[in-house]
């Protein structure tokens, strides 16, 4: 329980550093908690303080459930139209292994069990190029593996020309047309407008650019000597690509600059190892 009391006179300056003075004589659980205030304008700082103290937790899950409702009502206008990854999941562009189903049914603790999975948990059994480059680098889905097992197994279906080249095509995800957003003109957009620009910018373009960029970064790192070392086609698309990376985010292009820079250094490190060994 806690009391606010406000005194005329109060034994210490009213230069105090502290915006209040707690009294704890014989204070114990059952008594109520005295917080000593200056001015009334500091009552009212304490309360809103403790009100939040107590309720911050009720607050920040109702300001979550209203987010996740209002993110519902107002779905993000993805795919981008004319985007080359804007294609549905259909039969005709990705199976799923629905054994993946069958088997972990089998292996639940009650035998009546029955475990839901969506397309975001399955594991792949058949795409296109294009649909495995976007679940490759899905805003949402993530496969565990789903990396370094496309790395290792793409050259059976693709060239690395194709696979690079679609890289920076996923990359450069359009940005949302004002025109299909906006009511009026620009500058005089709702503040729903600008939450939506925000909002498909943080969940969809830059997870997606984020995700490229991290399959690169697989990608030189494991299999550059296999695969880039002997193209001097596939580096000067590499090089280019990293150039316009740049003009995106300057982060994200020194993320793929140091790392393609430490590959290189570690070839030539390798090189020369293997040279004074002969």
């Not at 294009?130 to 693709?158: D, G, N, S, W």
Request: net charge neutral.
């Amino acid at each position: 329980c806690f009391e606010l009391q406000m005194f005329s006179s109060f034994p210490f300056s009213s230069s105090s550093a502290s915006a209040a003075a707690l009294n704890y004589n014989n204070y114990n659980s059952s008594e109520n908690l005295e917080f000593l205030v200056f001015f009334t304008d500091e009552k009212s700082e304490w309360m809103s303080m403790l009100c939040y103290a107590q309720y911050k937790f009720t607050i920040d899950r109702l300001l979550q459930t209203m987010i996740e409702e209002h993110n519902r009502n107002n779905p993000l206008p993805i795919p981008p139209p004319n985007y080359l990854f804007d294609q549905p999941d259909t039969p005709d562009t990705i199976l799923f292994d629905q054994m993946a189903t069958a088997n972990a049914n089998s292996n639940t603790a009650e035998p009546n069990a029955t475990m839901m999975f969506s397309n975001d948990t399955l594991p792949i059994k058949a795409a296109t190029l294009v649909k495995l480059i976007e679940r490759l680098t899905h805003h949402a889905y993530l496969h565990p593996k789903f990396i370094q097992t496309f790395l290792m197994c793409y050259r059976e279906f693709a060239t690395s020309h194709e696979f690079l080249s679609l890289l920076t095509q996923r990359f450069d995800v359009p940005d949302l047309n004002l025109n299909q957003v906006f009511t009026n003109k620009f500058g005089d957009e709702s503040v729903i407008d600008r939450e939506l620009i925000k909002r498909y910018k943080r969940e969809y373009q830059q997870p997606i650019r984020l995700k490229v960029i991290n399959v690169l970064r697989h990608w030189i790192d494991g299999y550059y000597e296999t695969d880039f070392a002997r193209n001097d086609e596939l580096k000067r698309m590499l090089n280019a690509f990293i150039e316009r990376v740049n003009q995106t985010s300057k982060k994200l292009h020194e993320v793929l600059k140091k790392c393609l820079e430490k590959k290189l250094a570690a070839m030539k490190l390798k090189a020369t190892m293997t040279q004074q060994q002969k």
